[in-house]
């Protein structure tokens, strides 16, 4: 926990620093001084505290507005709590807003298929797969299409998948025993 307050706290000022601004509450950096918020929202995901970072990405979207950029990072942290309503969501419009975004195609055929919805999001995997040719998108394609062809043959299992965030924002998904379904 030390690691995430150093690491959200570089380009603050020290509590406790004098600042000679009367609007300035003691403690408290001036603007410039301020880290953006949606950085610090990756942090807080990469460090796998998915309820901080939505806060931090809701406040970026205050700063921001609503932009494409904040909505994918948004949806992001929603996936990693299981909000996958509401991740889809926040992915339409931004696929909707930047069509040509292949991670977050991705990321919406992520969401659609921990919900079941195996053939939407294979369609839409193969969409993002054309726009990012990426080994983790390739990876998500096969996944759905396993799951695809498995389905008319196979009884109902439960398997859980496991939702691996890349170093580029893709997510990628696995089973427990590293196999495709």
Do not use: H
């Not at 439960?158 to 089973?175: H, I, K, P, Q």
């Amino acid at each position: 926990m030390a690691t995430i307050l150093s690491a959200c706290q570089s380009g603050i000022a020290a509590r406790g620093a004098v600042i000679d601004d009367p609007l300035t509450a003691p403690g408290f950096a001036r603007g410039d001084d301020v880290v953006d918020p949606l950085i610090v929202g990756d942090r807080l995901l990469a460090a796998g505290e998915a309820d901080l970072a939505l806060d931090s990405y809701v406040r970026a979207a205050s700063v921001q507005g609503l932009t494409p950029e904040i909505m994918g990072a948004m949806a992001g942290a929603n996936i990693r709590l299981g909000r996958l309503g509401q991740a889809e969501r926040l992915l339409r419009d931004v696929v909707e807003a930047e069509p040509r975004n292949g991670q977050a195609w991705n990321n919406l055929g992520v969401a659609l298929l921990e919900q079941g919805k195996t053939g939407e999001a294979l369609r839409v995997f193969e969409t993002a797969f054309a726009l990012q040719p990426s080994p983790e998108i390739l990876d998500n394609l096969r996944v759905a299409g396993a799951k695809i062809s498995n389905a008319a043959y196979d009884q109902p299992r439960d398997e859980a998948f496991t939702l691996t965030r890349r170093n580029n924002g893709v997510y990628d998904l696995s089973s427990p025993d590293g196999q495709y379904p």
